[in-house]
């Protein structure tokens, strides 16, 4: 018989410092193989491979003790050719006893006899167990994992060609001291030891102009340009339109608003309509009111106050410079009732007006310069300007009444509105007792001017918080039944005035009013002849003009190819369609 019997023999329990012998011959029959790899194959785990015959039953197991020499040899040849295709495939693979065949497949020696003992079955079944337990853990796959990474990072770019040598670098020499830092002239020569410095007190950087009425000269015009010529004719052209206003009879019907929008839609800025006025940044325009001469005006931070004849070329192209300040003009206005003066308040504490017909500035309230107070704003309470409500502020918001009919010099604050500065001032334009505050203290507030007391603090109709410092409020021109407010928190507001004084916000407006340091802060404004229409400037790109309605709705934004630059102060023509718009270097955009 040429088959194989497996023979079992029982072996008694060897002690665990006896040496183990164990033989288990496995035979295959040469016929034909089949190779199965286990399932668990991957990295870290061990590769599963078994021998079958053709008709897929297991190998047999021939004891040693079997005489016969051909199935001893078969047996070797069997075992030669399988180590032979271990061989080959172990170039490309990995060979791992697999752990539930340890048992029963034992290759590894030729000359291994007997079945295995007891004791080597309970250590087969602990490594078996304990491979299962850190098989389950994981450790290899995750030590393989983190091996992978450390070594993608350790990677590093392969310089190819030749290496750059480093060369060390030598010390410099020390350069020697300079002539200066040694004290010595060019020459050599030792200068003598620098005087001690002489403090003296800290002066005021401005200088407030002299008391009294002065010429109004152009600053930017000298004899031999003939300026004074061209500036008597600027001053007479001003006066004769103020005296006799070519006015229709009748008051024409204003469009209704979309109307309107398409006016703004048509309104154009050519470049003869732009021109530099004043040498630093605007802080306040004013447009006179006549309809036959556009003449624009603008005060700048130094107290400088430019004359622009828009369609003039006389003089420095139409532009007239005066100083009639020391520090910004704050404010611009044209008396309503007598255009041809011009009144202006400053920071350096004086309130002026430019008289056009008698070519001077003269001097209507000022304060003392040794309390350091400003003046920011001022609104008239007479048509004819003389009598004026003026905004005063040191460290506190004050308002003052001020008669132009009589030099004021007084050093009275007036009445103590807010705690923090008053921004403007506002006069209703149906009843001049009610005004209309703004102020760093994050409220507007309406005050009736017969209830306030010389003394304390007054207390006001009625008052709305904002987010952040308000920068201005004004009624709006005919009814005065609506106010618009310009605030920190990037709001304009639009604010609901009752009959009983009471206001509350109508509407608010996203608006980017953080103008920053280096511009003048955004101030909305009505137009002069309608309630319906809001004009503020804008921080967007491209650089344009915003106009909104009076229900918060953009209807047009003003831009052109010639702006460059944020319009920070614009204002309406009182009697005309166009709108002047001033930046922070000084020039005026006329947009018709």
Same mark, same amino acid.
């Given at each position: 018989?040429?088959?194989?019997a497996?023979?079992?023999?029982?072996?008694p329990k060897?002690p665990?410092?006896?040496?183990?012998?164990?033989?288990?011959?496995?035979?295959?029959?040469?016929?034909?193989k089949?190779?199965?790899?286990?399932?668990?194959?991957g990295p870290?785990?061990?590769?599963?491979?078994?021998?079958?015959?053709?008709?897929?039953? +297991?190998?047999?197991r021939?004891s040693?003790r079997?005489?016969?020499?051909?199935?001893?040899?078969?047996?070797?040849q069997?075992?030669?050719?399988?180590?032979e295709?271990?061989?080959?495939?172990?170039?490309?693979?990995e060979?791992?006893?697999?752990?539930?065949?340890?048992?029963?497949?034992n290759?590894?020696?030729?000359?291994?006899?007997?079945e295995?003992?007891?004791?080597?079955k309970?250590?087969?079944?602990?490594?078996?167990?304990?491979?299962?337990?850190?098989?389950?853990?994981?450790?290899?796959?995750?030590?393989?994992?983190?091996?992978?990474?450390?070594?993608?990072?350790?990677?590093?770019?392969?310089?190819k060609g030749?290496?750059?040598?480093?060369?060390e670098?030598?010390?410099?020499?020390?350069?020697?001291l300079?002539l200066?830092?040694?004290r010595?002239?060019?020459?050599?020569?030792?200068l003598?030891d620098?005087?001690?410095?002489?403090?003296?007190?800290?002066?005021?950087?401005?200088?407030?102009?002299?008391?009294?009425?002065?010429?109004?000269?152009?600053?930017?015009?000298?004899?031999?340009?003939g300026?004074?010529?061209?500036?008597?004719r600027?001053?007479?052209s001003?006066?004769?339109?103020?005296?006799?206003?070519?006015?229709?009879?009748?008051?024409?019907?204003?469009?209704?608003?979309?109307?309107?929008?398409?006016?703004l839609?048509?309104?154009?800025?050519?470049?003869?309509?732009?021109?530099?006025?004043?040498?630093?940044?605007?802080?306040?325009?004013?447009?006179?009111?006549?309809?036959?001469?556009?003449?624009?005006?603008?005060?700048?931070?130094?107290?400088?106050?430019?004359?622009w004849?828009?369609?003039?070329?006389?003089g420095?192209?139409g532009?007239?410079?005066?100083?009639?300040?020391?520090?910004?003009?704050s404010?611009?206005?044209?008396?309503?009732?007598?255009?041809?003066?011009?009144?202006?308040?400053?920071y350096?504490?004086?309130l002026?007006?430019?008289d056009f017909?008698?070519?001077?500035?003269? +001097?209507?309230?000022?304060?003392?310069v040794?309390?350091?107070?400003?003046?920011?704003?001022?609104d008239?309470?007479?048509?004819d300007?003389?009598?004026?409500?003026?905004?005063?502020?040191?460290?506190?918001?004050?308002?003052?009444?001020?008669d132009?009919?009589?030099?004021?010099?007084?050093?009275?604050?007036?009445?103590?509105?807010?705690?923090?500065?008053?921004?403007?001032?506002?006069?209703?334009p149906?009843?001049?007792?009610?005004?209309?505050?703004?102020?760093?203290?994050?409220?507007?507030?309406?005050?009736?001017?017969?209830?306030?007391?010389?003394?304390?603090?007054?207390?006001?109709?009625?008052s709305?918080?904002?987010?952040?410092?308000v920068?201005?409020?004004?009624?709006?021109?005919?009814?005065?039944?609506?106010?618009?407010?310009?605030?920190?928190?990037?709001?304009?507001?639009?604010?609901?005035v009752?009959?009983?004084?009471?206001?509350?916000?109508?509407?608010?407006?996203?608006?980017?009013?953080?103008?920053?340091?280096?511009?003048?802060?955004?101030?909305?404004?009505?137009?002069?002849?309608?309630?319906?229409?809001?004009?503020?400037?804008s921080?967007?790109?491209?650089?344009?003009?915003?106009?909104?309605?009076?229900?918060?709705?953009?209807?047009h934004?003003?831009?052109?190819?010639?702006?460059?630059?944020?319009c920070?102060?614009?204002?309406f023509?009182?009697?005309?369609?166009?709108i002047?718009?001033?930046?922070?270097?000084?020039?005026?955009?006329?947009?018709?």
């Amino acid at each position: 018989m040429l088959g194989a019997a497996i023979f079992y023999k029982s072996t008694p329990k060897m002690p665990k410092n006896s040496q183990l012998k164990r033989g288990s011959t496995t035979t295959v029959s040469p016929v034909s193989k089949k190779r199965r790899i286990g399932s668990d194959e991957g990295p870290g785990k061990k590769v599963v491979r078994s021998i079958k015959s053709e008709n897929g039953l +297991e190998p047999r197991r021939t004891s040693a003790r079997l005489g016969s020499s051909r199935l001893q040899s078969a047996v070797k040849q069997e075992k030669v050719a399988i180590k032979e295709e271990v061989k080959e495939e172990e170039e490309d693979e990995e060979w791992v006893l697999p752990s539930n065949k340890m048992s029963d497949d034992n290759e590894d020696s030729d000359d291994s006899d007997g079945e295995m003992s007891a004791y080597e079955k309970k250590r087969l079944q602990n490594i078996q167990e304990n491979a299962k337990f850190f098989a389950s853990l994981g450790i290899s796959k995750t030590k393989n994992t983190l091996s992978e990474y450390a070594s993608s990072k350790g990677k590093s770019t392969i310089t190819k060609g030749l290496k750059r040598e480093k060369k060390e670098k030598e010390p410099l020499p020390r350069r020697p001291l300079s002539l200066r830092i040694r004290r010595m002239d060019p020459e050599g020569v030792a200068l003598p030891d620098a005087p001690a410095p002489i403090y003296a007190d800290d002066a005021p950087s401005y200088v407030r102009k002299p008391s009294g009425p002065f010429d109004m000269e152009p600053t930017n015009l000298g004899s031999d340009d003939g300026g004074e010529n061209s500036a008597s004719r600027l001053f007479k052209s001003v006066t004769n339109m103020s005296q006799s206003p070519k006015s229709p009879k009748k008051e024409p019907s204003l469009p209704d608003l979309a109307a309107f929008t398409k006016t703004l839609q048509r309104m154009r800025l050519a470049p003869e309509r732009i021109a530099k006025v004043t040498k630093d940044r605007v802080l306040s325009v004013a447009v006179h009111p006549s309809a036959s001469k556009i003449i624009t005006c603008a005060g700048d931070k130094w107290g400088r106050v430019g004359v622009w004849d828009v369609e003039s070329a006389e003089g420095d192209d139409g532009v007239y410079l005066f100083e009639p300040h020391s520090r910004p003009v704050s404010c611009l206005q044209f008396a309503p009732k007598s255009p041809a003066k011009l009144f202006s308040c400053s920071y350096d504490g004086t309130l002026r007006c430019g008289d056009f017909e008698k070519g001077i500035f003269d +001097e209507i309230h000022t304060t003392d310069v040794d309390d350091d107070v400003f003046l920011n704003h001022f609104d008239f309470l007479s048509p004819d300007g003389m009598k004026l409500l003026v905004a005063q502020n040191q460290q506190k918001g004050y308002v003052q009444v001020v008669d132009a009919r009589v030099r004021s010099h007084t050093s009275s604050l007036g009445f103590w509105l807010h705690n923090r500065y008053v921004k403007t001032v506002h006069i209703h334009p149906t009843k001049p007792q009610y005004f209309v505050t703004a102020s760093n203290d994050s409220s507007v507030a309406l005050w009736d001017l017969r209830s306030l007391k010389e003394h304390g603090h007054c207390k006001s109709i009625s008052s709305v918080p904002h987010g952040k410092s308000v920068s201005a409020a004004y009624f709006s021109p005919i009814t005065g039944s609506k106010a618009v407010t310009t605030s920190y928190d990037d709001r304009v507001r639009i604010l609901d005035v009752t009959e009983s004084g009471n206001m509350e916000v109508e509407k608010a407006i996203r608006h980017d009013n953080h103008t920053g340091r280096w511009l003048t802060t955004f101030r909305a404004g009505w137009h002069p002849r309608r309630e319906d229409v809001i004009v503020v400037g804008s921080m967007e790109r491209p650089r344009r003009i915003h106009l909104f309605d009076d229900q918060g709705r953009l209807i047009h934004s003003l831009m052109d190819e010639a702006l460059g630059s944020v319009c920070s102060v614009n204002a309406f023509h009182p009697t005309r369609d166009l709108i002047v718009g001033a930046n922070s270097s000084g020039r005026l955009h006329v947009f018709m």
